[in-house]
Nanobody, 119 residues
């Protein structure tokens, strides 16, 4: 059974940093775990993904150089977010799926965690 649970986030100032964690269970060797975000009134947007082996990563262009996705030995997938901008705000979800930036390719989702970026 696949279970995903996000933590972290909250209120962060523009230019600041925060870390999100996704506690994952039931994820296997061939899986991909991704982070998505959804701002009010907007579609869910791909942010980053990582192979469960931790070897391969992918990022949306808008976060490259600022965000880092990683997997640790405790089966957590973290998203380190630096140099935050107002447009980074939203509810962040982790999900298990395939190598794709399309939300419909991910079949399992966490409940989401809010990130608010304030100036």
């Amino acid at each position: 059974q696949v279970q995903l649970s996000e933590s972290g986030g909250g209120f962060v100032q523009v230019g600041g940093s925060t870390r999100l964690s996704c506690a994952a269970s039931g994820v296997t060797f061939n899986d991909v775990v991704g982070w998505f975000r959804q701002a009010p009134g907007k579609d869910r947007e791909f942010v980053a993904s990582i192979s469960w082996t931790g070897v391969i990563t992918d990022y949306v262009d808008s976060v490259k150089g600022r965000f880092t996705i990683s997997r640790d030995i405790k089966n957590s997938v973290d998203l380190k977010m630096n140099s935050l901008k107002p447009e980074d705000r939203g509810v962040y979800f982790c999900a298990r799926g395939a190598w794709s930036g399309r939300p419909e390719k991910y079949g399992y989702w966490g409940q989401g965690t809010q990130v608010t970026v304030s100036s």
